[in-house]
């Protein structure tokens, strides 16, 4: 047989595929609809190896719901707004339309030759005004609807790049494009009220049964819930300010005999009262600033504080009093900007302690401790236990004190103010969606002196980014603009002024899925056909979107509900994060990364070793690591397809190790999946070669080498649909294997007996090439016409199971024949070795081996092994 020639196959299929329109969901079709999205890929220039894998697996996911007669949804878009597009356009000199545009149209002729069973006639771009224009309708909705608001806000702002960062795009300190060193700017920007939905998004996640826990759990602690107290302190009359009372707010007021201090936030107003007068108190407020408001920048960064000169009365310790600091890890915008620090109990406020030297009182002792030995070293004692030193609350649970704590100070009051209220607080933020950036979705809305700020009237949309911009200067091009931003106010008809802020890449991002149920439609969406594909039954993308990309289109769709676009909360019913491709690294002898391809590879025993392909040079293979330009071990998806074929290239990614873990890219690993491909395509030749020559011969019933094939084969659907449904890819691979290399045995035998044996082989090779099909498409749609099928097997219908074959009555005894294990045959469970005997001296293998002699003995441990000696 002639080799299989994917590189001749896959474009030929492809284009048939196309043709016949295969893909093409339609918004009418009775049958039941499965909606499979993977995460749309942002248009840097190439797919990469990351790419190939998540749409490998969306693939088959496609492919085989297809199969099973359901009406699929599996569109495929652009996510083509962002920062890179201006530094390539700064960089190159071009307009960051053009990059981006010459961008998707590489990368969708990549995409194309994976063979992936995409709807392309839905493609969308959420950089053309035939997007965004309805993002910026939905923005006008959502503004009468009350879920936006424009607020002063303290924000990241990246000196370098000239934006404003969310908290998550600042590593370090720094900004996560750029590397400068961030600071703390008032702006007025724009909000959705995201915290508004804080319980929902929160309650909802115990629905979401379809969701990996550990996305959930990520969730559930951005949201970050916490029940606790503002509790009112009374401060000790002073010179420095009028104010009588101070309010923090508390998770742990169980711990409330353990306080030692209190702390203030640098942006509390009590700060800055004191701060006009107190000269080391305001140098100090400055460089809280400049030490930023992100999360892991604050846990990082060492505690510390400016004793303010002020005293609070202790609530419950009569006569005492606590010192009030201001402090660089009390937030603002949490709680109310202030707390009471307890050492003994909390690690920041432990760290605190130490270094200005405050009473560390414990007052929760761990089951099982002994109250008179224990102490607090370095680490704070977070865990439960019993209250201890604590006046009427000893003995008492946390929980309890907690309860109990809340009552104490329910009646009483401070200042005029009750003393303590049970509070409920999140950690979630309200969405900050302002970019101070040309290339993003403008914010449709025009500021005019006379009326204040209007939305764009929905008749003039879309509010199109202008065409003739320039990144000679820093900052956001779209307010460099000379006449852009001149506009009449729709109200009063005089000058006015367009808002040059754009929207954060993350809105686009958030209702796409939506928009490809009806990607032509006139409004943002058809609520009605939204609702029908709706939810997406399968999302797969990166573990990187578990919080943010993920919150937010669960609210964004809230948001659309609320403005009547869509009729449900949950966008996403199924969810599965694939882990990350990886490949070892190479290094010169001079410590420069090398590329894999530069790499030929020595081995001597246990010991591998490198050299550099053109000079020879030794190489040192390092270690395993996700693909990186910067280390350069990527292998280029487009090269494995030039070389292997892209049928190859999707059967090692889904072979290995589970989808949900990182997957290790190898030379041998390819070259395996590529053996496999030509070893089908002989199988298959044979099978039709054994067809042909015995076209003649009456076919009887199955003998039982026929019956245990045919098992096998049933069986394999079986799992094969079970794993796949499960997401098991590598188990399905693993499935496909075994059946493969039962047939090609059953192959080599079956010329001994064909009328017997024929049907069963053959039978079994179109389910494997069934089986295959979502796999190893091309492959599988060319052994299809090779045996002579009508239509493409990229419509046919999954197999049919014959459940009474599923029935585990079968055991497989290995053969031993002096003492080797030479074959193995699979027999009814019980067959009696008299019979079992039969049946092994019939087998060709066995046959050829005795080559005409009889053999000296034969032990049979029925249902176990057949040992030969001869
Ligand atoms: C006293 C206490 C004692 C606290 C103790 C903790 C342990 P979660 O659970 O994450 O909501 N806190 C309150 N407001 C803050 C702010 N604006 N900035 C920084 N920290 C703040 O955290 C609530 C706890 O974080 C609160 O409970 C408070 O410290 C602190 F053994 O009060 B706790
Ligand atoms: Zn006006």
Not at 182 to 206: G, H, N, P
Not at 436 to 463: A, F, M, S
Not at 530 to 549: C, N, R, S
Not at 778 to 805: F, Q, R, S
């Amino acid at each position: 047989v002639e080799r299989y020639n994917p590189r001749e196959m896959e474009p030929k299929w492809q284009q048939v595929w196309d043709d016949a329109r295969s893909f093409v969901a339609s918004n009418d079709d009775k049958r039941e609809k499965y909606y499979v999205l993977e995460m749309f890929p942002y248009p840097s220039g190439r797919i990469h190896m990351g790419h190939v894998r998540n749409y490998a697996m969306g693939d088959v996911v496609a492919r085989y719901h297809r199969a099973r007669g359901k009406n699929v949804l599996h569109p495929m878009g652009w996510d083509a707004f962002g920062l890179p597009a201006e530094n390539a356009a700064i960089e190159r000199k071009t307009h960051p339309g053009t990059w981006t545009r010459a961008n998707i149209a590489a990368m969708r002729t990549q995409l194309k030759s994976m063979g992936l069973s995409l709807d392309w006639s839905r493609e969308i771009a959420t950089c053309e005004p035939e997007y965004y224009q309805h993002q910026q309708a939905m923005f006008i909705d959502m503004m009468a609807a009350g879920l936006v608001t424009r607020k002063q806000s303290k924000v990241n702002w990246d000196p370098v790049d000239m934006t404003v960062l969310a908290n998550e795009q600042v590593i370090d300190g720094k900004g996560w494009r750029s590397g400068a060193p961030v600071e703390q700017r008032e702006l007025t920007q724009w909000f959705f009220k995201i915290s508004d939905y804080a319980e929902d998004l929160l309650s909802a996640l115990d629905g979401l049964t379809d969701w990996p826990e550990k996305v959930r759990t990520m969730q559930r602690n951005w949201i970050g819930k916490s029940e606790g107290l503002r509790l009112q302190f009374e401060l000790v009359a002073s010179d420095a300010t009028a104010v009588q009372s101070l309010e923090v707010f508390t998770t742990r007021p169980d711990t409330i005999f353990g306080a030692s201090f209190l702390a203030l936030s640098a942006d509390h107003p009590l700060t800055t009262e004191l701060a006009k007068t107190n000269a080391v108190l305001s140098e100090f407020v400055a460089e809280c600033h400049r030490q930023g408001t992100a999360t892991e920048a604050l846990e990082k960064a060492e505690k510390k504080g400016v004793f303010t000169g002020l005293y609070v009365k202790h609530p419950v310790l009569e006569g005492q009093t606590l010192p009030v600091y201001v402090a660089n890890f009390v937030l603002m915008d949490y709680g109310t900007g202030a707390i009471f620090g307890c050492p003994a109990h909390d690690q920041r406020d432990l760290d605190f302690a130490r270094k200005y030297d405050l009473p560390v009182i414990p007052v929760v002792l761990p089951n099982g401790a002994d109250a008179a030995s224990f102490v607090i070293g370095d680490e704070a004692n977070v865990d439960a236990g019993h209250i201890y030193n604590s006046g009427f609350l000893d003995g008492l649970t946390v929980d309890e004190a907690k309860k109990a704590v809340a009552e104490h100070f329910a009646g009483r009051t401070v200042d005029g103010k009750p003393q303590g209220k049970v509070e409920v607080n999140y950690r979630l933020r309200d969405w900050g969606v302002s970019r101070q950036r040309y290339w993003g979705c403008p914010i449709p809305v025009i500021h005019c002196e006379v009326c204040g700020t209007l939305p764009v009237p929905k008749k003039d949309l879309p509010v199109v980014l202008p065409e003739d911009v320039s990144f000679d200067k820093p900052g956001n091009a779209l307010d460099h603009h000379p006449t852009w931003k001149h506009v009449n106010c729709p109200q009063c008809g005089g000058a006015a002024r367009r808002e040059t802020d754009t929207m954060d890449t993350f809105v686009d991002s958030s209702w796409y899925f939506a928009r490809f149920t009806a990607p032509q439609a006139e409004t943002p969406t058809i609520p009605a056909v939204a609702d029908h594909w709706l939810p997406v039954d399968q999302y797969i993308g990166g573990v990187e979107h578990a919080i943010l990309h993920l919150l937010y289109s669960r609210y964004f769709t809230r948001a659309m509900k609320a403005t009547g676009h869509v009729g449900l909360d949950e966008p996403f019913k199924g969810l599965f994060t694939q882990g990350m491709v990886t490949h070892e690294t190479y290094k010169s002898e001079t410590g420069e990364w090398v590329n894999p391809t530069e790499v030929l590879f020595d081995t001597n025993g246990e010991q591998r070793t490198g050299r550099h392909i053109d000079s020879g040079a030794p190489i040192t293979i390092g270690s395993v690591e996700k693909m990186s330009k910067s280390k350069k071990n990527v292998v280029d998806p487009d090269e494995i397809v030039a070389t292997y074929g892209a049928d190859t290239a999707r059967w090692f990614m889904l072979s290995d190790s589970p989808p949900e873990r990182d997957f290790q890219w190898t030379e041998a690993g390819v070259e395996g999946a590529s053996r496999f491909q030509q070893r089908v395509w002989r199988l298959v030749g044979e099978t039709i070669s054994l067809i042909k020559q015995s076209s003649d011969i009456v076919r009887t019933a199955d003998d039982e080498e026929g019956k245990t094939l045919r098992k096998i084969a049933h069986r394999a659907v079986h799992s094969v649909a079970d794993d796949i449904e499960g997401l098991r890819f590598n188990r399905a691979v693993a499935q496909i294997y075994e059946l493969t290399n039962a047939l090609v045995r059953s192959a080599g035998i079956a010329s001994a007996a064909p009328a017997s044996r024929l049907d069963a082989l053959a039978d079994g090779v179109e389910r494997l090439i069934q089986l295959l099909a979502p796999m190893m498409p091309h492959l599988a749609e060319t052994c299809w016409a090779e045996l002579g099928k009508a239509g493409l097997v990229a419509d046919a219908p999954w197999p049919e199971v014959d459940p009474a074959l599923l029935v585990d009555d079968s055991v497989t005894m290995p053969i031993q024949i002096n003492g080797k294990r030479r074959g193995e045959v699979v027999v009814a469970k019980g067959t009696a070795a008299a019979d079992v005997e039969k049946l092994v001296l019939s087998m060709d293998e066995i046959v050829r081996i005795l080559d005409g002699k009889a053999p000296k003995k034969i032990v049979i441990v029925p249902d176990r092994i057949v040992n030969v000696v001869i």
